[in-house]
């Protein structure tokens, strides 16, 4: 694949340059505790929705969506029409729950229900789910941007990780927010410059891409048979519901944006231009892979013999776009990966100040030990994830390696959250026994496809997007149906702040 030119390299150089200052410079006045976690709870909803938009859409959105769309159709994007059924529910429901806890954390309320376990369960399926979650996308980000500025994979990885860890460290939350809207806003912008050099690209005119399109049926949704064992229209809308209400429901990277708008009316508004920015954004990069079909099917000399879907919009990063452009592009992805890796960073380090060490080790702890907590807890999770992500290197898919492990890590998690708020019965006992149920069927159904010889017929026939569906049903209907043997009290909470 042919490299990037000097000026693109140089635009990329001072876009991270300026991203760090910009980080270094808004956060300057995380001094406490309160500042590092919830900026004051004090910043504008729009800010706030930008971050929002931000947190959803990572490199692999990024480069993944437009080999989706390159090499099938865009049945990936129903996933996309879910996310306004669940903006409704945060908005109404989740978004004034937290507020009114005034709790930082997003899992204190499962001890409220179900005692201490289930709050060190979910804030330890979460810490797993970000590291996995971060090194895929470091890892994927370094592959795919290699070959196009001839910098090795392993200091791609590095320069992300190092970058992420310095604005975090020092500005916290407030400096996750603000390098947020400026990454959102270069996110945006490279993908929009993307669609519209494709349409001029075109060999004959810039209609040709939906003729092109539409001879290959490149705008399908999928199939609407009512199987589970592929990804019909259906299987892809419910695995988004599910999804989308633990994202929602019970993610601390959104949860923590919740707490920290200025208002109750600033933090909905968040919640409705985060999510609903991400709608017509995705569309954009469905569509980019669209177009890079009929650009390729038209032109196909263009494009190297076995490239791979995931490698069409890289080598046409590095080969198709003028100069100067291919250095904004590239921008935009590392902005699409350090807004996720940032948040990643900063919530693992509050849960760890607020659900373990204040938890279990000094209740009482001082502001200058909170802080100390804070930046101890955000270097280990950024080396963590740094780790994490040249650990992938050696990883045959890291794809597949992200959904296998987010299945496992994160599937019991909504199920237990679902549980407290639907059944006031549930307690204790039925939580617990529902959480072991759910994730051995979690377990099952995400490691059994590989299962051979006489084990194969023991298989899940259900496809992997099922996983997290089948695994949070299983939970709710396991503790509801528990509930009705079992008594008791629900032990005594703890509150962070």
Known sequence: MKELASVDIAILLVYLLGIVGI??????????????MVAGRSLPGWAVGLSIFGTYVSSISFLALPGKAFSSNWNAFVFSLSIPFTAVLAVFYF??????????????HLEHRFGPWARTYAVICYLLTQLARMGTIMYLLALALSPMTGWSVVTLILITGVMVI??????GIEAVIWTDVVQSIVLIGGAVLCVLILFLGMP???????????QYDKFGLGSFSMSFSESTFWVVLIYGIFINLQNFGIDQNYIQRYVIARTDREAAKSVWLGALLYLPVSAVFFFIGTQLFAYYTSQPE????????????????ATGLPIGVGGIVIAAIFAAAQSTLSTSVNCSATLILCDLYRRYIRPFASERESMLVLRISTLAIGAGGTFTALAMI????????????????????LGLFLLGIISRRAKNAAAATGVIIGVLIIFWMSLSPAWTGEWAQFRSPFHKFMVVVIGTLAILLVGILISRFTKGKNPRSFHCL
């Open 23 to 36: 980080g270094l410079w808004v956060g300057r006045k995380g001094r406490s505790s309160d500042q590092f």
């Open 95 to 108: 978004m004034p729950f937290y507020r009114r806890s005034g709790e930082v954390s997003a899992y204190t």
């Open 166 to 171: 310095a604005y975090t460290l020092i500005g």
């Open 204 to 214: 004959q005119e810039p209609g040709e891409v939906f003729k092109v399109a539409s």
């Open 302 to 317: 263009l494009l190297p013999a076995g490239t791979k879907p995931d490698q069409v919009f890289p080598h046409f990063i």
């Open 394 to 413: 050696h990883v045959k898919s890291a794809l597949d390696a992200w959904w296998e492990l987010a299945g496992i890590f994160s599937g019991g998690m």
